[in-house]
């Protein structure tokens, strides 16, 4: 049978790292003028099945383009001005329906997330799951705290006046996901536009496909789809989004694709918000306790999606004479994590595709940095796996110390002593 998206046909459209909390829901409202939360991210695509073959086949070869957008986002538009999501009863809801698809789906979404990542069953439950369960809790506890009016005070001069600050929602927002946590960065920002009452278009990461076609699939059975929508694809389909005003936009991923998503934006003066990554150092001092330091360092950095995380140390500031230490601690708990061959583990995601495995690979291989490897190394491209690798004292202006490395590669830069300001 095959599968035609309803978020492609427009007659169709009205019947259809970090830790989250307050700062993330707030964002997709506004008040008096100023959105002071803006985490918005919604999904839901939609599938019909045909008996009919040809017909179906020749929708799908229909391209979602700037116009099919513009139709999308129009009918978004009218259901939220209608007032659908605005009410605390569609909000709780929709929020409830989430918890249900995913309880309800577990097995499924893990399927998905180790068929694009490799990710170990305990990875995508704690990792993924339990954070977005964690965030829709939240929201459905303080939901009715964040749509209460807060009253303020009013200068002498209006007396007897009295004043409040209402938040309301944006109206329609764009979510563009990223494919490192492709079903936790998808949905935790759905929820905060779900619980501000917004219309949300979702676009998945392409990288991470089977995760997309289950957001797509999942989301078209238990959302209000008038409202909630899942577009699928690649550059296209997200060049043919940016085309169209929106009242905010979401986007989580690298800062070349953040210019283009910034500078689409600029065109209406939509407000966005910009998730991106960065060099992200730990300083390691000789005063600390350093099996505790070790277990967090490698636990962030390659037991979570090996590497491929924005909150994963991205190298090591220690002295000259503690590095050698902090090298055994280490080698020593990255045994104990992943056993003597990191490469057999199966508690380690692996590289998300062929492309970011040669660009890791190639980072390693720079000349002058092959030579600073001391821990690891080894690499298979065949189940595309690079073991934890240490490099010591690489130089600053090697390729791996230009950009965020976004895998298992950890250098260790020495300084002499450490000159803390107090």
Not at 137 to 152: C, D, F, H, I, T
Not at 178 to 184: D, S, V
Not at 197 to 225: C, F, H, I, M, Q
Not at 323 to 351: C, M, T, V
Request: charged residues 25%.
């Amino acid at each position: 049978m095959a599968t035609l998206s309803v978020v492609m046909l427009s007659n169709w459209s009205n019947c259809c790292n970090r830790p989250s909390g307050d700062y993330k829901f707030r964002q997709a409202y506004r008040r008096n003028n100023l959105h002071l939360r803006q985490s918005s991210r919604l999904s839901s695509s939609f599938h019909c099945w045909c008996a009919t073959t040809i017909p179906v086949m020749e929708e799908q070869k229909r391209t979602f383009d700037a116009e099919r957008a513009a139709l999308l986002v129009k009918d978004l538009r009218n259901n939220f001005r209608s007032g659908r999501t605005r009410s605390y009863e569609w909000r709780v809801a929709q929020l409830q329906s989430i918890w249900r698809m995913i309880d309800e789906n577990e097995k499924m979404i893990v399927e998905a997330l180790y068929e694009d990542l490799g990710k170990p069953e305990l990875e995508s439950f704690t990792a993924e799951i339990t954070m977005l369960k964690s965030s829709r809790k939240e929201a459905l506890e303080q939901l009715k705290r964040w749509m209460s009016p807060e009253k303020v005070k009013t200068s002498i001069s209006l007396y007897p006046s009295s004043a409040e600050i209402v938040s309301e929602p944006l109206g329609v927002v764009l979510v563009i996901s990223t494919w490192n946590f492709p079903f936790l960065l998808s949905l935790d920002p759905v929820i905060g536009a779900i619980a501000a009452g917004n219309a949300v278009v979702l676009k998945p990461s392409e990288l991470a496909p089977a995760t997309s076609s289950v957001l797509a699939k999942l989301l078209e059975k238990y959302v209000d789809r008038s409202a909630i929508t899942v577009v699928e694809g690649a550059v296209a389909e997200t060049s043919a989004l940016l085309e169209q005003k929106w009242d905010k936009i979401f986007f989580t991923g690298g800062g070349r694709v953040g210019r283009i998503v910034l500078t689409a934006a600029a065109k209406h003066l939509t407000p966005v918000v910009l998730e991106l990554g960065g060099k992200c150092p730990a300083v390691v001092d000789s005063n600390v306790n350093i099996e505790v330091a070790v277990r967090r360092i490698i636990a962030g950095k390659w037991a979570c999606n090996n590497g491929q995380a924005c909150i994963g140390v991205d190298y090591i500031i220690t002295t000259k004479d503690f590095a050698p230490k902090l090298i055994d601690a280490l080698r020593n708990g990255l045994e104990e994590f992943f056993g003597k061959d990191p490469l057999e583990s199966k508690d380690r995601s692996r590289i998300v595709n062929s492309f970011h495995f040669k660009r890791l690979v190639g980072l390693m291989d720079e000349d002058k940095v092959s030579d600073k490897i001391v821990l690891g190394g080894q690499r298979d491209e065949s189940p595309l796996q690079i073991a934890p690798t240490i490099l010591l004292n690489v130089p600053e202006d090697s390729l791996i110390m230009q950009e965020e490395i976004f895998g298992p590669l950890l250098p260790i830069l020495t300084v002499s002593v450490f000159a803390f300001v107090s």
